[in-house]
């Protein structure tokens, strides 16, 4: 991981983008693994990769929402310039339209049931968006968007590991449930990371959806994965209606949900100090969504 501090962010807009030199730069308090945000001034927001891995997410970013904007019924990110390695960063960064708003995390008067239904048609809507400029699901979405098999190798490892940990027997069978169906139609948009720290609310409303990085076009049941991450009982179901879909693709969010908790549990994937995952595995295994 680069070390991306404040005063990095204000040389870069200095040398670059002189017009904004005199802004106030402040890091955003909840920050992901794969970016760096800072705020530039009250409208603007520098958006920068922590890691070679993440740079295709930039121009990826850069490219595609400008065409799914016009066509969602909530905000996204809109890029307003794209920056080049300099200062000693050796990455491409962007800089973006503030959204204001709280993360889903932080917010302190967030109606859930209402948050399932407006996610859900969010959802709904971004496969609606024609999907002809849209990348195809492979590396560049860490294969979200492709079918759960990608993963398979990793969520036998992880089983392997936590013999005595977890129920392997049961997940052992939500994995095979989610491999018994691909998604049958032309590929869709998905957004590829959809999380509590990626949704912002407004007046306890779900107001905005950030971090496309990970998007493309291939199979949407990899966005269902926050009915287990967040969602509990009533808000489940009514995530489940307004998202829509098939059982089929159910139970392959199923086990994307699955093989989240089980590498993270099993030391394969990002480090989960809090162990949230190993909070959401007994949602995964306890609750399928569909009857």
């Known amino acids: 991981m680069i070390d991306i501090t404040a005063d990095l962010v204000r040389a870069l807009v200095a040398d670059q983008f002189p017009e904004w ?16 945000t800072f705020r530039l001034g009250d409208r603007l927001a520098v958006r920068l990769p922590s890691a070679e891995g993440y740079v295709a997410a930039v121009e990826k970013e850069n490219r595609c929402l400008p065409v799914l904007a016009p066509h969602l019924p909530l905000p996204v990110p809109a890029v307003v310039a794209a920056g080049r390695p300099a200062a000693g960063y050796p990455l491409p960064w962007s800089v973006r339209r503030w959204l204001p708003g ?14 399932a239904r407006d996610l859900g048609g969010f959802l709904t809507a971004l496969r609606r968006v024609p999907a ?20 398979g190798d990793q969520v036998e490892c992880a089983l392997d590991r936590l013999k005595g940990v977890v129920d392997v027997a049961a997940c052992a069978a939500v994995w095979a449930g989610a491999l018994t169906s691909a998604w049958p139609h032309p590929p869709v948009w998905f957004h590829g990371d959809v999380a509590a720290g990626n949704l912002l609310t407004t007046g306890g409303r779900l107001s905005a959806v950030i ?25 489940r179901k009514i995530f489940r209606e307004a998202a829509g879909l098939t059982d089929d693709a159910w139970r392959r969010a199923r086990g994307w949900a699955l093989w989240k908790a089980l590498v993270t549990m099993a030391g394969l994937s990002s480090p989960d100090p809090d162990a949230f995952q190993a909070r959401v595995l007994p949602h995964v295994l306890d609750d399928p969504v569909i009857e």
């Open 211 to 235: 971090d496309f990085g990970t998007c493309g076009v291939g199979d949407p049941a990899c966005d269902l994965v926050m009915a287990w991450t967040y969602f509990t009982g009533d808000e």
């Open 102 to 115: 709280d993360t889903v995390e932080a917010s302190t008067d967030l109606d859930r049931s209402e948050l």
């Open 21 to 36: 030199s005199g802004l106030p730069v402040e890091p955003v308090a909840r920050q992901g693994w794969d970016n760096r």
């Open 132 to 151: 002809q400029q849209g990348p195809a699901a492979g590396r560049h979405s860490f294969f979200r968007g492709c079918h759960p098999s990608a993963y």
